[in-house]
């Protein structure tokens, strides 16, 4: 009896580790964000990093509970961008979700190994993130936001509201290649508009004011900026030099027509932050990079800023106003 007492007592020792082993909870998986264009007090980069989150928690992560997530904001900052990269390398996440191209381009450079989700990249397959829009391969997938036809559709935006335009200076981090391809469109859209465009390559503040201020400098001008983390960063600059010197201008998202822009037409930036989550969730459940295909976005907005229309004396087309997603009065 008391040789079996034994043995039952060892079956039970057994057992009682493999029971609390199987009601341990399941480790916290890591994420690393990187918030290209955005500080960290910027209301729109609130806004689209919370969009990004609430996808995430819909499909199961919780902040703190199953996961963890490490975010940085670089700004237009290219000191702060490599510092950053590097400190979410370093921390060996399980994804990196990263916005902008210039933010990917340092966060590729760094691994190959840790899977990239990116937002807010124009044409990755130009600027060599993938090798093929339907299956990437490598580590890095995402949701591009323009491919360059988008030129030719600012151009043609800008002379229907503001008719007696007759150049234009495109603005763009000029050592983008997916931006100098979205100007080329722009270039070959100009003859049949009767616009001259010029590029006006900028990398800071003081470029970007600069550039502006030379270019008012004669009549009939108007203003198309591409996106990057040097002009978002800066959309609120730009707005305000674009009124000071009279310049009807077409920008890339809604936020720069909320600060005083004349126009904006662009992906709903919202919209592809919470998109994104959904391939994070994937990865994160196994799935690889490389076999998830780049998605186009879904959702484009035109916003109108009529007070702005107004204080340059336009007259808001009824094609503009009937199409419109928003008139901001």
């Known amino acids: 009896m008391r040789r ?7 079956a039970g020792a057994t057992a009682w580790p493999l029971a609390a082993r199987a009601q341990q909870p399941a480790p916290i ?14 209301p729109e ?10 996808a995430l928690q819909g499909f199961g992560w919780t902040a ?6 490490e975010v940085r904001w670089m700004g237009d900052d290219v000191e702060r961008q490599k510092t950053y990269a590097a400190e979410l390398v370093a921390l060996a996440p399980e994804v990196i979700f990263c916005t902008t191209t210039p933010v990917v381009a340092e966060i590729s450079r760094l691994t190959r190994t840790i899977p990239i989700v990116f937002a807010q990249v124009a044409d990755p397959v130009v600027v060599g993130f993938v090798t093929s829009m339907a299956r990437p391969g490598g580590n890095i997938t995402g949701f591009s936001i323009f491919e360059p036809a988008i030129g030719g559709k600012w151009l043609q935006v800008l002379k229907e509201i503001a008719p007696r335009v007759s150049r234009v200076a495109f603005m763009l981090l000029p ?4 931006y100098v391809a ?53 959309h609120g600059l730009i707005a305000e030099l674009a009124a000071r010197h009279r310049l009807p201008g ?20 919202a919209d592809e932050y919470s998109r994104a989550a ?6 994160l459940k196994g799935e690889k990079p490389g076999d998830l295909p780049i998605q186009a976005p879904t959702k484009f907005e035109l916003v109108i800023n009529g007070k702005t229309a107004k204080a340059l004396g336009l007259t808001i087309p009824e094609t503009l106003l009937v199409t419109a997603d928003e008139v901001i009065q």
């Open 64 to 69: 703190g509970r199953n996961v963890s997530i």
């Open 29 to 42: 998986r890591r994420i690393g964000v990187l918030m290209g264009g955005y500080v960290s007090t910027d």
């Open 45 to 54: 980069g609130q806004a689209n990093l919370a969009a990004f989150l609430n």
């Open 175 to 178: 050592e983008v290649a997916s």
């Open 4 to 10: 079996r007492e034994f043995i039952a007592g060892l």
């Open 278 to 283: 959904s391939y994070v969730d994937r990865i």
């Open 250 to 269: 077409v920008y890339p998202f809604r936020y720069y027509a909320s600060s005083g822009g004349l126009v904006s037409y662009g992906p709903h930036l």
């Open 182 to 234: 979205i100007l080329r469109a722009a270039e070959a859209a100009a003859p049949s508009l009767a616009i001259g465009v010029s590029a006006a390559g900028v990398h800071d503040a003081g470029e970007i004011e600069h550039a502006i201020t030379t270019f008012a400098n004669d009549a009939n001008g108007g203003l198309i900026v591409c996106p990057s983390a040097v002009t978002n960063g800066n």
